[in-house]
């Protein structure tokens, strides 16, 4: 190839590459602008619960979001006997409320009066906040209603702002340090390893650019595909998109490095090193990029929406990861040299090229896998037999909204006092749609559920919004006298607010709904229930449905991928099974740590799906990573040999790759959420089971143990050993 090739070819893919950057930096701003928290966005639309969504539109005037306001006695709240609210505290109140709805974006129309408790201890105030485009986010109106109460804090009370926009809020503050917090952290951690590995500064530095750089380039593309609505963004997705590009481009990068490496101590010539080392490392780090692909692009069958684009989303990261390893890396890599290992530069090859050193950690591995297969292989997977008992309590049923955000929640605070004082689902109802002619026998089901405090219907009429009925039919709200209002009737059909005993995120509301619709069911099967707390139990039941379908579709596929790249059934029937056993193992082990550890309160259903599609397919990277070295090897020098020479030959890199991606994913663990901070130790944990047990001990003795047939059906599995 002509010298100005070599020149031009490595500097326009750095520049391209660096254009990429430039683009995907300044997209970063804008990621807040096109993600999305809410649950009831991300429901399938035959759920019931959009059902209802879409029809309460006619019964209301705005898609205003409700905070609720509870002021209670600080005696009461410090676990002392409670004291009826004061004149003057009632007076301050008074006040208050009228400081709140003059708030720029509170709907003052629809806000309601101060509404005591029977105990005559608290007050509270549902204040609807607007979503206009281009006006001010309820979490910033939260935060503006939060400044007030403090502002205007009256003694001897406590006061906080709950229900949907406070933990809307709540959220929106813990997922603020996605952008800043979580990269510096993952990075900080990547480059600690690259440094301890290699001992070289410029290497890492190298590594972490081309990282980051598809990373830019990933985030780019994503933004530009949400402003087009082609895809949903969430916080989460945002959160594993950034963890999961940079540990699988590290991962990828560190494989390459060590073909690149070698070649260097066998070529003079930079460019013949690097032509040499990608057509030794093309084929594994396209088949594990290609693996984790697919496994992602499954998630597309899944009914709940919040799984279905992270599919996309992570499947676009991995690509940038896949393409910044095989173009930019090299092209920074052919620039330096052997001065990027500086000060440990690669020297030249020993004359024997196939003899490797029969000192070192691996080496010691090595002789303890062909001495013992047998006895490494069972005790191994009995280990992993043993970690996997922890399954019988793994809770991953759904967990109280309330629960999301980990450490301090105004939100979580003002709902458990709400709960001492009014009944709990106050402010946050579940809705009930029917026809106007079952209007009464609606109401009157509702009432005799257990779990449902109230029941009031909808009416344009009634100055709060909303009339009681009773089994005496509607309620006029005020002093005797005051007229019957008439519900609000849209195509045939009323509304009714069924005020539940339960908070509203809770498991027994949930448990309330699911009865609730059941015996509506006996009334019509138009008659429909959604709300909050309808989202909520939609969601947990769209996961599990999504649990069940995609999981084994992955493994299929993941199953057909490595026949193809390990020309073999045998084998990628072991790799498989033993990925499978090790997710067993690590979700077993997590669930003892969530349950006694952490003490966390359960798992959304999502959370074993995601965590077994993040650790199958990249936990089957390490296996490819491997095998694909033993096949080369066993090709040269038989079968066992082959085994033993791929686990002393990638030992350092797949470790150091394992340290890489555990590093990453543990960084989730940063951001105050439930489900981040379990995916993070679910896949880290996962993946050090990988790295230092499946790969090192478990595959490379069971596959010694059974010889050159786990290469059937293909001529590798007939040959001489």
């Not at 003694?155 to 702002?161: C, L, R, S, W």
């Not at 080496?363 to 069972?378: E, I, M, N, Q, S």
């Not at 138009?526 to 449905?545: C, E, K, R, S």
């Not at 498989?576 to 077993?588: E, I, M, Q």
Request: proline share 5%; glycine share 8%.
């Amino acid at each position: 190839m002509p010298t100005w090739l070599r020149v031009t070819i490595p500097a326009t893919l750095i520049l391209v590459w660096l254009a990429l950057f430039g683009a995907g930096g300044a997209a970063f701003g804008s990621l807040s602008d096109v993600s999305t928290n809410d649950q009831a966005q991300f429901l399938p639309s035959s759920a019931e619960a959009t059902e209802v969504t879409e029809l309460q539109e006619g019964f209301r005037d705005s898609d205003a979001v409700p905070a609720i306001v509870v002021i209670a006695d600080a005696d009461a709240d410090a676990g002392a006997g409670a004291d009826e609210l004061d004149a003057s505290q009632l007076d301050a109140i008074d006040a208050l409320r009228e400081e709140l709805v003059a708030i720029d974006g509170v709907d003052a129309d629809g806000a309601s009066p101060v509404v005591m408790s029977e105990d005559g201890a608290a007050a509270q105030i549902v204040i609807p906040i607007e979503q206009v485009d281009g006006g001010a986010e309820p979490a910033e109106v939260v935060a503006e209603l939060r400044a007030v109460l403090d502002e205007h804090a009256i003694d001897g009370t406590v006061a906080a702002v709950t229900g949907p926009a406070g933990f809307t809020a709540d959220l929106a503050a813990a997922f603020s340090g996605i952008d800043g917090l979580l990269l510096i952290v993952a990075l900080a951690a990547v480059f600690l390893i690259l440094i301890v590995v290699y001992r070289s500064p410029l290497l890492p530095i190298i590594v972490l650019f081309s990282s980051l750089t598809a990373l830019c380039a990933s985030v780019f593309t994503v933004v530009a595909l949400a402003r087009a609505d082609v895809l949903l963004l969430s916080g989460q997705t945002q959160g594993i998109l950034f963890i999961l590009v940079i540990g699988a481009a590290t991962d990828y990068a560190l494989l390459y490095i060590s073909r690149y490496r070698e070649t260097l101590t066998r070529h003079e010539r930079k460019w013949d090193a690097t032509w040499a080392a990608l057509k030794t490392s093309w084929e594994p780090i396209v088949a594990s990029g290609g693996t984790v692909i697919v496994g992602l692009l499954i998630l597309l069958a899944s009914e709940l929406t919040s799984n279905k684009i992270l599919g996309p989303v992570a499947a676009i990261g991995i690509v940038f990861a896949l393409l910044a390893s095989l173009t930019l890396l090299p092209a920074l890599l052919l620039w330096a040299g052997k001065a990027a290992f500086w000060p440990r530069r690669p020297a030249a090859a020993a004359s024997d090229q196939d003899e490797l050193p029969e000192r070192g950690i691996w080496a010691g591995v090595g002789r303890l896998v062909a001495k013992r297969p047998r006895t490494v292989w069972v005790v191994s997977a009995l280990a992993l037999g043993a970690m996997s008992l922890g399954l019988v309590q793994l809770d991953a049923d759904g967990v109280a909204s309330s629960e999301f955000v980990l450490g301090e929640s105004q939100a979580r605070d003002g709902q458990m006092l709400l709960g001492e004082h009014f009944p709990a689902g106050s402010g946050t109802p579940a809705v009930v749609i029917g026809p106007q002619g079952d209007l009464q026998q609606i109401a009157d089901v509702a009432l005799d559920t257990a779990g449902v405090d109230s029941v009031a219907v909808v009416s344009a009429e009634s100055r709060a919004g909303t009339a009681p009925v009773t089994s005496d039919g509607i309620q006029p709200l005020g002093p005797p006298g005051t007229p019957v209002p008439d519900p609000t009737v849209v195509d045939g059909e009323v509304a009714l607010q069924v005020t539940l005993a339960d908070p509203a995120d809770s498991l027994e509301a949930e448990a309330t709904v699911e009865q609730l619709r059941e015996r509506l069911d006996g009334v019509g099967t138009d008659v429909l229930v959604g709300g909050p707390t309808a989202v909520a139990l939609d969601t947990n039941a769209a996961a599990i449905a999504d649990r069940t379908l995609v999981i084994p579709l992955v493994l299929v596929a993941i199953l057909v991928i490595l026949m193809l790249l390990l020309r073999s059934i045998v084998a990628p029937l072991l790799l498989v099974g033993s990925v499978v056993l090790s997710f067993a193992a690590a979700l077993g082990v997590s669930a003892l740590v969530f349950e006694h550890v952490f003490h966390f309160a359960g798992a959304d259903p999502s959370v074993p799906l995601f965590g077994f599609v993040f650790l199958v397919a990249l936990g089957v990277d390490y296996n490819i990573f491997l095998m694909t070295r033993v096949r080369e090897e066993s090709l040269r020098f038989g079968t066992r040999v082959g085994i033993v020479r791929g686990l002393r030959l990638t030992g350092g890199v797949i470790t150091s790759a394992g340290l890489v991606l555990a590093a990453t994913f543990a960084a989730l663990g940063v951001l105050p959420i439930l489900f981040l901070a379990q995916i993070s130790f679910i896949v880290a944990f996962g993946v050090l089971l990988d790295t230092f047990l499946v790969r090192t001990l478990l595959v490379p003795a069971l596959a010694y143990d059974i010889g050159r047939a786990i290469w059937w059906p293909s001529r590798l599995s007939r040959g001489e050993e």
